[in-house]
């Protein structure tokens, strides 16, 4: 028996700690341009992303913090050769998940914690947020953690609360 409450906290401390490590991952790139969306940029860890200047890359942001925490959540979407001949011919055409993935609960290693005002209540540091056409990785006192256009900036995106179909997802690892 006290084997099993052992290995219960040593998995509940481990889940802990990647949450932890997605916010402290996240925390250190505040006012990065690295990011941003004028900036052209092969993805860290994968040679088959890779994504051009004018591209939005919060997805790529949200998937690297994941990926510097020590979970893989792939790349399950691919550009249309047709429209990026360039990238297809280089086979750098995979997409790490965007916000259609987190909203229909397709990315593995996260679970759905609540929608709207549930999830923001329910919210903790390192959960992934996902809205409208942005996502981001929550932070602290109603705030979030996520790339623009110019930087990766903290803000209260995601609490504001006129964001529509909001989702908070958390971290549980392989099931």
């Given at each position: 028996m006290n084997n099993i409450i052992y290995l219960f906290l040593l998995i509940t401390i481990a889940y802990g700690d990647m949450q932890l490590d997605i916010y402290n991952n996240a925390k250190k790139y505040i006012g990065e341009k690295y990011?941003?969306?004028d900036k052209e940029r092969q993805a860290k860890?994968?040679?088959h992303v890779f994504f051009n200047k004018g591209d939005w890359k919060c997805n790529l942001f949200v998937y690297e913090m994941i990926l510097d925490s020590?979970?893989?959540i792939g790349t399950p979407n691919e550009l249309n050769c047709f429209r990026h001949p360039i990238l297809c011919f280089r086979d750098q055409l995979k997409?790490?998940?965007c916000v259609t993935e987190w909203k229909n609960e397709e990315v593995p290693g996260f679970v759905l914690i609540g929608e709207g005002d549930e999830g923001r209540n329910k919210s903790k540091k390192g959960d992934i947020i996902a809205a409208d056409s942005h996502v981001g990785i929550v932070s602290?006192?109603?705030k979030t953690i996520s790339a623009t256009?110019?930087?990766?900036v903290e803000n209260d995106w995601?609490?504001?609360?006129?964001?529509e179909e909001l989702k908070v997802?958390?971290?549980?690892?392989?099931?």
């Open positions: 990011w941003a969306k860890g994968n040679e020590g979970y893989d997409r790490p998940p602290k006192n109603k256009d110019k930087e990766i995601g609490f504001r609360g006129d964001e997802f958390r971290y549980v690892g392989d099931e």
